[in-house]
């Protein structure tokens, strides 16, 4: 093959990978979807204002109005988040360790990858960049698995904690005690997080604090869902019991919707994983097998720009496949 025409069809490739950057990005301006969210955000603003006239000019109405305040003030509050640091990260992931160990280790992680890459003959750029990718990817990527396992094993027990609090309260006991109990006898890491709770208890927290805090190491709407219960039955009194068992079946029932979602996507997770490690296990199996044949892609100019491009296209068809397997629940 001629060289103008190798080059000639790396240019459209960069320029078909290019535009398809281009129109991912922008997709949602151009169709009008980020409008259309706008709009419905407004519209849904207005009725909230109309709800709440209604509301103050119905005298009969005053607790249900006293219950939708306490729900947007406990929103306001969640919603108004600070940086997230990585102290915060550590304590979610229950690692005992000092932000200055997390970087030390990092690094360690990132000297030792690029070490091993550039003994085996690779050169020094290849070496620099596994370098960087073992020192800031990695670490980050454990810890953001090692939080989500956690609050995973959170969310299996936890509605099993307020059965226990329901029946402790049905049997006299005060919710105080009923947590107490939860910090001596429910696995963790349910556990952990009500002893944490009956501390600040101990040291005079207001239980709303506490539950804000609690919320910032477990961020699950579960936890969220269960400070507000307990900040409207404080406020506008009631039967508590009754109020946690209702949370009790929404909590199970949301559970099993998720367990349910798993269930149906995870033939496209695989079909998805496949796709993406197609390509990597092609070029693996036809280096083994031909490794001059491969090779020009890595010792010639224009092998080096089919690989970039080909490397575009791949994250682009990735982020697609992610964005197509991703439900919100």
């Known amino acids: 093959m001629r060289p103008e025409l190798v080059q000639l069809a790396a240019v459209a490739l960069a320029g078909l990978a290019i535009g398809g ?8 301006v151009l169709s009008g979807e980020r409008k259309t969210s706008k709009r419905l955000a407004n519209v849904a603003q207005g009725q909230t204002k109309i709800r709440q006239r209604v509301t103050q000019s119905q005298p009969l109405q005053m607790r249900k109005k006293q219950v939708q305040d306490t729900i947007k003030d406990l929103e306001a509050k969640q919603k108004a988040k600070k940086r997230l640091t990585l102290r915060t990260k550590l304590i979610r992931a229950d690692l005992n ?15 030792i990858g690029g070490f ?21 990817g990695l670490p980050r990527w454990y810890l953001s698995r090692r939080i989500k396992r956690r609050q ?10 307020i059965d226990i609090i329901v029946r402790g309260i049905k049997s006299g006991l ?9 910090a001596e006898e429910s696995p963790e890491p349910v556990r952990s997080e009500f002893i944490d709770l009956v501390d600040q208890q101990k040291a005079g927290v207001p239980l709303a604090r506490a539950f804000e805090r609690m919320y910032e190491r477990v961020p699950v709407q579960e936890v969220n869902f269960f400070a ?11 039967n508590l019991a009754e109020a946690l068992g209702n949370l009790s079946q929404v909590l199970r029932d949301r559970y099993r919707l998720v367990a349910k979602v798993k269930a149906f996507s995870a033939e496209a997770k695989t079909s998805a994983m496949i796709i993406g490690a197609l390509p990597i296990c092609v070029m693996l199996m036809v280096y083994l097998a031909s490794p001059d044949y491969i090779l020009l892609l890595w010792n010639e100019k224009i ?13 682009i068809g990735v982020l697609v496949m992610q964005k197509m397997i991703r439900f919100d629940y």
Request: charge should be positive; proline fraction near 5%.
């Open 116 to 136: 091993i890459v550039l003994i085996t003959g690779s050169s020094p750029l290849v070496s620099l960049l596994v370098a960087v990718a073992c020192g800031l």
């Open 303 to 315: 092998g080096n720009v089919m690989l970039i491009m080909s490397a575009m296209w791949m994250l």
């Open 21 to 28: 950057v281009v129109y991912v990005l922008l997709m949602p």
């Open 152 to 161: 995973a094993k959170f969310l299996v027990e936890f509605a099993n904690a």
């Open 228 to 238: 507000i219960v307990i900040a409207i039955q404080a406020q506008t009194g009631g």
């Open 174 to 182: 005060p919710l105080g005690d009923c947590m107490k109990i939860l």
């Open 97 to 111: 360790i000092k932000p200055t160990t997390f970087y030390f280790l990092s690094a360690l992680a990132g000297l």
